[in-house]
């Protein structure tokens, strides 16, 4: 047993009201400089829609992620590290900035500066990369700002097995839904990029797990942004370096959360430790697609296990870091409470960002059940409605909506289940497991029986339930990000000599780093 710690996340994206505080926190701080004003480290995207860049979740096209050979082993889809050195020339699967967007600023001097008349000024757009006026085409999320969903949103990947009428369902106006999907780098625990990169430049950091480009090994040969299949590595026309999201390791180091995380208004996102076995890393990246996301839940390992304690001390792991990971809110979400999946496992990447998929998109479907007893329970102000045509919100109704969901859930397996409709359904009927649990206690209109019943179903306590709730609904800062701050000797060794220290390639070191190197 080879026990790692790694850095995880997870993100909660009933939580999430497409705000772009993160992406703005980001960008102020990493991207924005000459050369990376395309880049977004942290995005935001509306579901559906093609994302960004454009399509990136068609693998078809950018050729991103693992495949298995069918003897045990994967390969890139793309070109490997000698492979892509034959075409260094060309790279056919690369992304343009057509797929990312042309940035652009506007010309706010002509507003201030115009001379008098009968005309009204403006402030045209300009071109961030030409320094020539422009139209304006496409942006970050353009799928929601400025578009007009629907035309973009029909090209989703997702939709790829979907029936032509499950299409139309989502686009029907009394049936419309969204949710937004937060995106950064996954610090992969297979990562992709590092596989790729003919000079080593990427490496995976052995003691939390994040993913680093040394920007002065790196030769800008975009191996990386063709490989990672999430498309988070990103070329710099400036500096001629590829750039990536670094997690605020600087922060992390210091026992401070990131800053698209500390500034997170709806407060969707947890940090905390795990700790993996990385002896089980192929096996997992190389599972059976209808086993990826189980074997990537079976590298996490339990924290409170002497033996694990044992092997992770004996490679160096501080104490202060197994205590993180006892206390680690992802772990919670992911191993004990089931509510969180990884984005697109069949990728291979075992990406170590998870999701707990949206329930609200699936809830509740218009019915001509008499909601007269419902609507009694509403403020006079908002009975405005048919009550025949209000959603059925009884609470039998919602528990059953989850078979017959106005959202297919088809979409949702597509994402994050590889697929498979029943993951979703096992998490989305936790969820509201919980809810109906809090409606009993907050509200009383449910009963004790029905509820029991309801988290027996899901393989729920009441405990736990409790908990989910507390932890979503009611967590504060520390309860959210749980960070043990390096130690002092360690984070002078990460500023020096990293790539040393480190590796190029690997997983990082198994000895504690010798001082004076």
């Not at 926190?25 to 942290?42: F, L, Q, S, V």
């Not at 590092?194 to 430049?201: E, H, I, K, L, R």
């Not at 990103?234 to 210091?254: F, H």
């Not at 197994?322 to 919670?332: E, G």
Request: net charge neutral.
């Amino acid at each position: 047993m080879d026990v790692r710690s790694q850095i995880s996340m997870l993100f909660h994206l009933d939580k999430c009201i497409g705000c772009h505080t993160c992406s703005i926190a980001c960008k102020n701080i990493w991207t924005d400089r000459k050369g990376a004003e395309y880049m977004w480290w942290n995005n935001v995207e509306t579901k559906p829609g093609t994302g960004y860049p454009s399509k990136w979740e068609d693998q078809e096209i950018y050729k991103g992620g693992w495949k298995t050979n069918g003897n045990g082993e994967i390969s890139l889809k793309g070109s490997g590290k000698y492979k892509g050195l034959l075409n260094i020339f060309h790279n056919p699967y690369l992304p343009l900035l057509e797929d990312y967007y042309e940035p652009w600023t506007y010309k706010y001097l002509d507003l201030i500066e115009s001379p008098q008349g009968d005309d009204q000024p403006t402030a045209r757009p300009v071109s961030l990369v030409t320094g020539k006026p422009m139209d304006i085409k496409a942006g970050p999320n353009w799928d929601d700002d400025l578009s007009g969903t629907q035309e973009y949103a029909r090209r989703d990947p997702n939709f790829h097995n979907l029936t032509p009428s499950e299409k139309e369902a989502i686009f029907q106006l009394e049936k419309m839904a969204m949710f937004y999907l937060p995106r950064i780098c996954n610090h992969c625990l297979n990562p992709a990029c590092v596989a790729s990169c003919p000079s080593g430049a990427i490496y995976k950091r052995g003691e939390d797990g994040v993913v680093l480009i040394n920007q002065q090994v790196c030769r800008a040969w975009r191996m990386c942004v063709t490989a990672c299949p999430y498309k988070k590595s990103y070329y710099n026309w400036n500096t001629g370096k590829s750039e990536k999201c670094i997690l605020c390791y600087p922060r992390l180091e210091a026992g401070f959360a990131p800053a698209c995380m500390h500034s997170c208004v709806g407060r969707i996102r947890y940090l905390g430790v795990m700790l993996y076995d990385a002896d089980k890393i192929k096996e997992a990246a190389s599972a059976p697609e209808d086993k990826l996301i189980q074997s990537q839940l079976d590298i996490i390992l339990d924290p409170f296990d002497e033996k694990v304690i044992q092997y992770a001390k004996e490679n160096g792991i501080a104490d202060s870091t197994i205590k993180a990971a006892q206390t680690s809110p992802v772990y919670k979400f992911v191993k004990v409470w089931g509510l969180g999946l990884p984005l697109h496992p069949e990728f291979r990447t075992l990406p170590m960002l998870f999701y707990v998929p949206s329930l609200l998109p699936v809830m509740a479907t218009l019915s001509d059940t008499d909601n007269t007893a419902q609507a009694g329970k509403l403020d006079p102000i908002a009975k405005f409605w048919n009550r025949n045509t209000l959603y059925d919100t009884t609470t039998d109704a919602l528990w059953g909506t989850i078979d017959e969901a106005r959202f297919p859930i088809k979409y949702m397996a597509n994402m994050f289940g590889v697929g498979n409709e029943e993951i979703i359904k096992e998490v989305l009927k936790k969820q509201l497991a919980v809810r109906i649990h809090r409606r009993n206690i907050t509200v009383g209109d449910v009963g004790n029986d029905f509820t029991e019943k309801v988290l027996k179903d899901v393989d729920l306590t009441t405990d736990m339930a409790d908990d989910i709730y507390n932890l979503t609904s009611l967590a504060k800062f520390d309860d959210r990000f749980n960070i043990p701050p390096a130690h002092r000797e360690q984070a002078l060794d990460m500023l020096e000599n990293s790539g040393d220290l480190k590796g190029s390639v690997g997983f990082g070191f198994k000895e504690k780093p010798v001082r004076g190197l």
